[in-house]
């Protein structure tokens, strides 16, 4: 059940960020690829502050329902004499036709709360195949790739030429290296090294897996795999968009070259960075066309949205004129509980 709300309020947070993202189109990227920080958290963590100007429509803590909410007690008679009171209490006519219809409904209650127990238990189990189906898949697709890239040369540090790759990446956690295809010519060859050493500095290898385990336990979600394929776009659109930058713009059209000419349409899902081969090859030249310096209030301007419209979606709502659960479990106790 925690696993499940947190997915049910991530789906609120998912949609509103692509809202923003929407919203911030002219922005920097890199900051549509900060937004997705709040929905990783919220797809992580159980538990936040709360706070009057939280966006979040609903409470995330539900409280479950007691076993003793649907407790009843059978009336008694009280004569003040032993043997009559507990004759009469005994006596299958001493239950009236709202105590017979009330034993009803517990019993109808009692078996729905089974059947739905049920359901979870079954539920939990399908969850869990699905968790290891994924990793396994993840797994083997490493290995897969890893004997593929045996023949691979050294050409310097963590560079490696492969003849069998026509998609450069990134590949590894603690010691990551970066692979190129073979016969690139020196300025595709300089721009696609720069785009992979930008992964690097800003860790983005490490990110991808971390946001791959997440999406493991909420694969029931539609909306989380959105949420990845599109955290898997800003991330290779704002690390474009940094070459860039270091760069020069002058480059924009060889660069966009190199992008179409390397552009395979090849997807690996197994955690690690793929660069040049993977996402919207269409969405990113464009971007590296249309890219230019935007004034510093621009930027300004969008990350204070963020970092304001952020805290609101990690913030829960303070608690308003709801109704109590004890008092709400008391009240029903009260009710089933037949007193003379």
Not at 210 to 226: E, Q, T
Request: glycine fraction near 4%; charge should be positive.
């Amino acid at each position: 059940p925690t696993v499940l709300n947190m997915s049910l309020t991530a789906s609120y947070v998912i949609l509103c960020v692509m809202l923003m993202r929407l919203l911030l189109k002219k922005a920097p990227k890199v900051i549509s690829y900060a937004l997705w920080v709040v929905v990783a958290f919220r797809l992580v963590i159980p538990f936040s502050f709360e706070s009057m100007f939280s966006l979040i429509p609903w409470r995330t803590n539900i409280v479950p329902i007691q076993h003793e909410v649907i407790y009843y007690q059978s009336p008694q008679v009280n004569s003040g004499q032993d043997a009559l009171d507990s004759f009469v209490n005994k006596s299958p006519s001493a239950q009236s036709p709202f105590d017979s219809y009330v034993d009803a409904s517990v019993n109808m209650v009692e078996t729905s709360a089974n059947i739905l127990e049920n359901s979870m238990e079954i539920g939990t189990y399908i969850w869990l195949l699905g968790i290891m189906a994924l990793l396994i898949y993840s797994l083997t697709s490493f290995v897969k790739l890893k004997m593929q890239l045996k023949s691979a040369q050294l050409i310097e540090k963590n560079i490696y030429e492969a003849k069998n790759l026509k998609t450069p990446f990134v590949i590894g956690l603690i010691r990551p290296k970066i692979y190129l295809p073979v016969g690139l010519d020196a300025n595709e060859r300089r721009y696609i090294l720069r785009h992979e050493q930008v992964h690097l500095e800003r860790k983005d290898h490490i990110i991808k897996i971390l946001a791959f385990l997440i999406l493991s336990i909420h694969w029931f979600n539609p909306l989380v795999w959105i949420a990845f394929r599109l955290m898997n776009t800003d991330m290779e659109l704002s690390c474009d968009e940094r070459v860039l930058k270091q760069m020069g713009e002058n480059i924009k059209k060889p660069y966009a070259s190199s992008l179409l000419s390397l552009a395979t349409g090849r997807h690996i899902l197994n955690g690690s960075t793929l660069a040049f081969g993977e996402g919207n090859v269409k969405g990113r030249i464009k971007n590296v066309l249309n890219y230019k310096k935007l004034p510093y209030w621009v930027i300004a301007a969008s990350v204070v949205t963020v970092i304001v419209v952020g805290i609101a979606l990690v913030a829960n709502p303070k608690p308003g004129q709801s109704v109590q659960p004890q008092k709400d479990e008391d009240n029903l106790t009260k009710s089933f509980s037949g007193t003379r």
